[in-house]
């Protein structure tokens, strides 16, 4: 079965750095798109990131462009998110969702990991 | 970015009774559209993809409906499990974004 595992997650002060990890198994992690997507305390769902199967195209929010970076190692089945100069409004659970389909452009959500807290606060 | 609007934002309903929610799209987004169903301190489950197909295990209480910008999930006799948070999702254009959610509580 489908299992996404995340880590990472921490106490950060504003301005630093924190790269968060999801283990993948149950499925071909390098034919699918995988997706960060987080959720702040007591708010709803926002989408953060895209890296497509290959690793070669990523599409971010503008929340986090030029700060968060998406990136994946096919050989270890793990999806990464580097993030950088962080925000107290970055506070949120962090959840990796394998993409549904498997071609360029994305598909739905399938699958989604229990989360990583992620808190930004001096 | 394609903004999502749900309503409403809480629906208190007793056991037995059906739920209908609604997704308004800001722009034409055909069927991609999907629905998440998600309870407290757990992540979301995929419901619906492309506007009416369920996923996979979900039972056929669950539909969905529309094209375009107007989209619907009905839930039919709602159990005591499908009280939780429901968000419509789009994937026709990036950002991919999400609706503000809809509560779906006992009354």
């Known amino acids: 079965q489908v299992q996404l595992v995340e880590s990472g997650g921490g106490v950060v002060q504003p301005g630093g750095s924190l790269r968060l990890s999801c283990a993948a198994s149950?499925?071909?992690?390098?034919?699918?798109?995988m997706h960060w997507v987080r959720q702040a305390p007591g708010k709803g769902l926002e989408w953060v990131a895209f890296?497509?199967?290959?690793?070669?195209?990523?599409f971010y929010a503008d929340s986090v462009k030029g700060r968060f970076t998406i990136s994946r190692d096919n050989s270890k089945n793990t999806l990464y998110l580097q993030m950088s100069r962080l925000r107290t409004e970055d506070t949120s659970i962090y959840y990796c969702?394998?993409?549904?389909?498997?071609?360029?452009?994305?598909?739905?959500?399938?699958?989604w990991g229990q989360g990583t807290l992620v808190t930004v606060s001096s | 970015e394609i903004v999502l609007t749900q309503s409403p934002a809480t629906l208190s309903l007793s056991p037995g009774e059906r739920a209908t929610l609604s997704c308004r799209a800001s722009?034409?987004?055909?069927?991609?559209l999907a629905w998440y169903q998600q309870k407290p301190g757990q992540a979301p489950r995929l419901l619906i993809y492309?506007?009416?197909n369920r996923a996979t295990g979900i039972p056929a209480k669950f539909s969905g409906s529309g094209s375009g910008t107007d989209f619907t999930l009905t839930i039919s006799g709602l159990e005591p499990e499908d009280f939780a948070v429901y968000y419509c999702?789009?994937?026709?254009?990036?950002?991919?974004?999400f609706g503000g959610g809809t509560k779906v509580e006992i009354k």
């Open positions: 969702a394998k993409d549904g389909g498997i071609e360029v452009a994305p598909s739905e959500f399938d699958y």
């Open positions: 149950g499925f071909t992690f390098s034919r699918h798109g």
């Open positions: 890296v497509r199967h290959d690793g070669l195209i990523e």
């Open positions: 722009q034409h987004i055909r069927t991609f």
């Open positions: 492309d506007a009416s």
């Open positions: 999702q789009q994937r026709s254009n990036w950002p991919l974004t």
